[in-house]
């Protein structure tokens, strides 16, 4: 089947030691993003691939890194991991045409935990 | 800029029971709107969405939606709640652009459903 894979499931970390979460897709999506989940709160957009375009929310810490090798790949690095960054890190892709019908389509999620 | 309101932190309802969770939104021009559902530890999972036509949209595991444009509203409704239906539940909205440029949504503050016995 088709889907959105991230690993791994859990990640503990201990304070400002780098730490890269991954994520890829068999869907063959031209977009992909990464959103940051705090306790239950509404996903925050940290940044998205359009093809190779990189775009970064403007509220998004310069801690927070992403490369996107190829199509099927991107990565989350966060350079210098707070206590604060603790969170569930959730990877999305979707096709994106002309309107912005296209449905994003979510892995399971990582979840941080930083010592 | 666009915002939705899930004006509902919680929302309790016996099995068997029709259940209601609530949004509106604010978006300018045409809207796109969206549902999801999350369990514990785990990602969203799309339910449905409303593009055009049919203000009742039918999504999965017997959900469906209303939209309502003088109202603003897409509530998500199911006839008999089941207790596995128990989660977090997200409205959506991004309005209609004419370039590409990456699918950016606008969450609303989710709704957690409890569905009892």
């Known amino acids: 089947d088709a889907m959105v894979i991230q690993n791994p499931r859990y990640q503990v970390t201990q304070f400002g030691k780098p730490v890269t979460l991954s994520c890829s897709q068999t869907?063959?999506?031209?977009?992909m993003y990464w959103y940051q989940q705090k306790s239950s709160q509404a996903p925050k957009l940290l940044f998205h691939?359009?093809?190779?375009?990189?775009?970064n929310e403007a509220d998004t810490p310069d801690n927070f890194q992403s490369r996107r090798p190829n199509t099927s790949f991107c990565f989350l690095d966060i350079r210098s991991p707070g206590l604060g960054d603790a969170a569930m890190y959730l990877c999305?892709?979707?096709?994106?045409?002309?309107?912005?019908?296209?449905?994003?389509?979510f892995g399971p999620g990582t979840r941080l935990l930083v010592l | 800029a666009q915002s939705v309101a899930q004006p509902e932190d919680q929302v309790n309802v016996a099995e068997g029971n029709p259940l209601t969770v609530k949004c509106t939104y604010s978006?300018?021009?045409?809207?796109?709107l969206f549902w999801y559902v999350q369990y514990p530890n785990r990602g969203l999972q799309f339910l449905l969405k409303?593009?055009?036509?049919?203000?009742l949209v039918k999504g999965s595991y017997g959900f469906e939606a209303e939209f309502n444009k003088s109202q603003t509203s897409f509530h998500l409704k199911k006839p008999s709640a089941l207790v596995s239906d128990s989660a977090l539940y997200f409205c959506?909205?991004?309005?209609?652009?004419?370039?590409?440029?990456?699918?950016?949504?606008?969450f609303g503050t989710g709704t957690q459903l409890k569905v009892e016995l």
């Open positions: 691939y359009y093809d190779k375009d990189f775009n």
């Open positions: 959506a909205v991004r309005p209609y652009i004419l370039t590409g440029g990456g699918n950016k949504l606008t």
């Open positions: 999305a892709t979707s096709r994106d045409v002309a309107g912005g019908q296209e449905t994003q389509y």
């Open positions: 409303y593009i055009t036509g049919d203000n």
């Open positions: 978006v300018s021009g045409n809207p796109y």
């Open positions: 869907l063959n999506h031209n977009v």
